[in-house]
Antibody
Framework: EVHLVESGGGLVKPGGSLRLSCAASGFTFSSYSMNWVRQAPGKGLEWVASISTSSTYIYYADSVRRRFTISRDNAENSLHLQMNSLRAEDTAVYYC??????????????WGQGTTVTVSS | DIQLTQSPSFLSASVGDRVTITCRASQGLSSSLAWYQQKPGKAPKLLIYTASTLQSGVPSRFSGSGSGTEFTLTISSLQPEDFATYYCQHLNRVTFGQGTRLEIK
């Protein structure tokens, strides 16, 4: 069965750092582009970052560019999000999600259960 | 940046009703739009992609239509499990609409 499992969330002070991970199983991870999407408490969905299969193409939302870094390890079937200079507005549930058919034009068809990041002093 | 505006933001309906949710884009998207369903405490679920293609395993009572700047998600006969929040998404730029919360009347 296809699975994505996020980890690494927690409570961090403003200005701090956190590294999220997403473990993939049940499919050929290296064949799919991947995404991070977040959802602040009581709010809608916000795309955060995307990475292509070989990490050649990387995209960020303006709200996180230069603070967050997306990466992947195809040998370990894992996706990561390094988050630096965290702000209160980064507080959210963070989901990793797979691009259907390795295409940005077909939506995200597999999602993890999410990991919660809380930025507070 | 392209903005997506969903209407209504909140919808109250009964089991068996036919409901339509609209997503309007600030610029033309061709057919580059998806719809997701999200239940409380759960991850979103892909329902429709490329405006009208039903994702595998999604019941046929869900349908999508539209192109350019106006898109619709229709549920032909609401079932109890359909009460959730629905989001549209511009696929090329990964922008999401603000969501439509569908509740039981």
């Amino acid at each position: 069965e296809v699975h994505l499992v996020e980890s690494g969330g927690g409570l961090v002070k403003p200005g701090g750092s956190l590294r999220l991970s997403c473990a993939a199983s049940g499919f050929t991870f290296s064949s799919y582009s991947m995404n991070w999407v977040r959802q602040a408490p009581g709010k809608g969905l916000e795309w955060v970052a995307s990475i292509s299969t070989s990490s050649t193409y990387i995209y960020y939302a303006d709200s996180v560019r230069r603070r967050f870094t997306i990466s992947r390890d195809n040998a370990e079937n894992s996706l990561h999000l390094q988050m630096n200079s965290l702000r209160a507005e980064d507080t959210a549930v963070y989901y990793c999600a797979r691009d259907k058919d390795n295409s940005r034009e077909r939506g995200m068809d597999v999602w993890g259960q999410g990991t919660t990041v809380t930025v507070s002093s | 940046d392209i903005q997506l505006t969903q209407s209504p933001s909140f919808l109250s309906a009964s089991v068996g009703d036919r409901v339509t949710i609209t997503c309007r884009a600030s610029q033309g998207l061709s057919s580059s739009l998806a719809w997701y369903q999200q239940k409380p405490g759960k991850a979103p679920k892909l329902l429709i992609y490329t405006a009208s293609t039903l994702q595998s395993g999604v019941p046929s009572r869900f349908s999508g239509s539209g192109s350019g700047t106006e898109f619709t998600l229709t549920i032909s006969s609401l079932q109890p499990e359909d009460f959730a929040t629905y989001y549209c998404q511009h696929l090329n730029r990964v922008t999401f609409g603000q969501g439509t919360r569908l509740e039981i009347k």
